[in-house]
């Protein structure tokens, strides 16, 4: 991709604050940045201060387990009804991001993680989920949904979210395990 490309994807996809992270990126993290440096100072949280997994968004070890008080209150799973993003918009830069794959012979296996049991029980529709379902297998591309695969070893549980969509440790080590043997299967030939 063209340094033009990539600077139309973030103006296009993220507008004026997208370029203002892209320059400034300690300005989006500043909220992280902050609480490692008050937990430092103050010594709070010290089972948090392993900065290795406190700088950059996603996965970051969490002890936290979502409570019952919080269950009661998850909201559906985002669709295209109650988010700002439209499948037009998803289809334009999935597109693109299938483009840059092929023509760097990289190959693009979609995977969505799983959510707590019990936010997806509030679930009556999950047309994102149908969307990428639909996309990968018109592109012909492996999708692998955490929230729709039955495994025996492997089930999902409110205990292995710290929140109503991020796993905590637990849930990160399992999903990891999971994802592993599905991609041995995938290079043994047998997904």
Same mark, same amino acid.
């Given at each position: 991709?063209?340094?033009?490309?990539?600077?139309?994807?973030?103006?296009?996809?993220?507008?004026?604050?997208?370029?203002?992270?892209?320059?400034?990126?300690?300005?989006?993290?500043?909220?992280?940045?902050?609480?490692?440096?008050?937990?430092?100072?103050?010594?709070?949280?010290?089972?948090?201060?392993?900065?290795?997994?406190?700088?950059?968004?996603?996965?970051?070890?969490?002890?936290?387990?979502?409570?019952?008080?919080?269950?009661?209150?998850?909201?559906?799973?985002?669709?295209?009804?109650?988010? $700002? &993003?439209?499948?037009?918009?998803?289809?334009?830069?999935?597109? *693109?991001? =299938?483009?840059?794959?092929?023509? %760097?012979? +990289?190959?693009?296996?979609?995977?969505?993680?799983?959510?707590?049991?019990?936010?997806?029980?509030?679930?009556?529709?999950? $047309? &994102?989920?149908?969307?990428?379902?639909?996309?990968?297998?018109? *592109?012909? =591309?492996?999708?692998?949904?955490? %929230?729709? +695969?039955?495994?025996?070893?492997?089930?999902?549980?409110?205990?292995?979210?710290?929140?109503?969509?991020?796993?905590?440790?637990?849930?990160?080590?399992?999903?990891?395990?999971?994802?592993?043997?599905?991609?041995?299967?995938?290079?043994?030939?047998?997904?």
């Amino acid at each position: 991709m063209t340094i033009e490309g990539k600077i139309d994807m973030i103006v296009r996809g993220f507008g004026a604050e997208g370029i203002f992270n892209l320059f400034l990126p300690v300005l989006k993290m500043k909220n992280y940045l902050r609480r490692d440096i008050l937990a430092f100072i103050f010594f709070t949280k010290k089972k948090e201060l392993n900065f290795r997994y406190r700088w950059i968004k996603g996965y970051r070890y969490d002890e936290t387990t979502v409570d019952q008080d919080s269950i009661k209150n998850f909201n559906e799973i985002y669709s295209f009804q109650n988010t $700002d &993003v439209s499948e037009v918009k998803l289809n334009y830069y999935f597109n *693109k991001f =299938i483009e840059l794959c092929r023509k %760097n012979a +990289i190959e693009l296996i979609c995977v969505r993680s799983a959510y707590p049991p019990s936010r997806l029980k509030l679930n009556t529709e999950d $047309d &994102v989920r149908d969307y990428f379902h639909q996309a990968c297998s018109d *592109k012909n =591309i492996p999708f692998i949904d955490f %929230n729709y +695969i039955a495994s025996e070893k492997y089930k999902y549980l409110d205990s292995d979210f710290s929140d109503y969509h991020h796993m905590n440790f637990r849930g990160a080590q399992k999903i990891t395990k999971h994802l592993s043997e599905i991609l041995k299967k995938r290079i043994n030939g047998e997904f």
